[in-house]
């Protein structure tokens, strides 16, 4: 069997503009949290605890963070249209405070999440809780930056800077959006037109009448049989 190549054109790089299209994911992000803006539906926490130099971690995160200019991107309206916004890049801080008497590590977290407001960037926010000898990095971001894939790479590209190795400079996700944005759309257009033509299948699934949506979850703990 030979395998046939396929050519492909690299994404362009986008000129420097006051503002780029944001992608259809992201104007939905956009508007869900602008409809709901005390939600943190959509809030990525994490809690880490830290061993080592916690300002070589500061320091690292720093350089991971002003590679990528998600995280200096905030959100507005133009034109009846969501766009990105791009700001001059700042070290992010990272504030300690000590655990109070008979708090817990997990009280301050759930304390740290907080609303986003889209049009303030960074659209994230970090700080350090101790507890003695003990320290634990909390941070926060909104989904509309960041997804479990670009979680992975934050995290390889830290350690690969706090390991001493140097990285690749990104294409931003920028660059991605006014791609497609220019992108001629009018085959997928036809496609999808002639695959949803004609009288669609109904599918019924089990629902409950709520009056008010939530967010709110729950664990569920079980063990599989082998």
Request: neutral net charge; hydrophobic residues 45%.
């Given at each position: 069997?030979?395998?046939q190549k396929e050519s492909y054109s690299p994404i362009p790089y986008a000129p420097q503009a006051e503002s780029y299209?944001?992608?259809p994911v992201q104007a939905r992000f956009y508007s869900i949290q602008k409809a709901q803006p005390d939600s943190v539906a959509y809030n990525v926490p994490f809690c880490l605890k830290l061993e080592g130099n916690r300002s070589r971690m500061t320091t690292v995160f720093?350089?991971?963070?002003?590679?990528?200019?998600?995280?200096?991107?905030?959100?507005?309206?133009?034109?009846?249209?969501?766009?990105?916004?791009l700001s001059?890049?700042?070290?992010?801080?990272?504030?300690e405070r000590e655990l109070d008497e008979g708090e817990r590590i997990?009280?301050?977290?759930?304390?740290?999440?907080?609303?986003?407001?889209?049009?303030?960037?960074?659209?994230?926010?970090?700080?350090?809780?101790?507890?003695?000898?003990?320290?634990?990095?909390?941070?926060?971001?909104?989904h509309?930056?960041?997804?479990?894939?670009?979680?992975?790479?934050?995290?390889?590209?830290?350690?690969?800077i706090y390991n001493g190795k140097t990285i690749e400079a990104p294409r931003q996700y920028h660059d991605y959006t006014l791609w497609?944005?220019?992108?001629?759309?009018?085959?997928q257009k036809d496609f999808w037109e002639t695959a949803l033509s004609g009288e669609l299948p109904q599918?019924?699934?089990?629902?409950?009448?709520?009056?008010?949506?939530?967010?709110?979850?729950?664990?569920r703990k079980e063990r599989l049989s082998p």
């Open positions: 069997l030979v395998a299209p944001a992608s720093n350089q991971v963070f002003s590679s990528h200019e998600a995280f200096r991107t905030s959100f507005a309206i133009e034109k009846g249209q969501v766009v990105q916004k001059p890049f700042v070290p992010l801080s990272f504030p997990e009280d301050a977290f759930r304390a740290f999440v907080r609303p986003f407001r889209m049009e303030e960037a960074p659209l994230l926010r970090a700080c350090v809780v101790t507890k003695g000898e003990n320290a634990w990095l909390l941070m926060d971001m909104h509309i930056i960041i997804d479990g894939v670009s979680s992975r790479l934050i995290s390889q590209q830290f350690n690969a497609d944005a220019q992108r001629d759309k009018a085959a599918i019924l699934l089990p629902y409950e009448n709520r009056n008010e949506s939530s967010h709110l979850g729950a664990l």
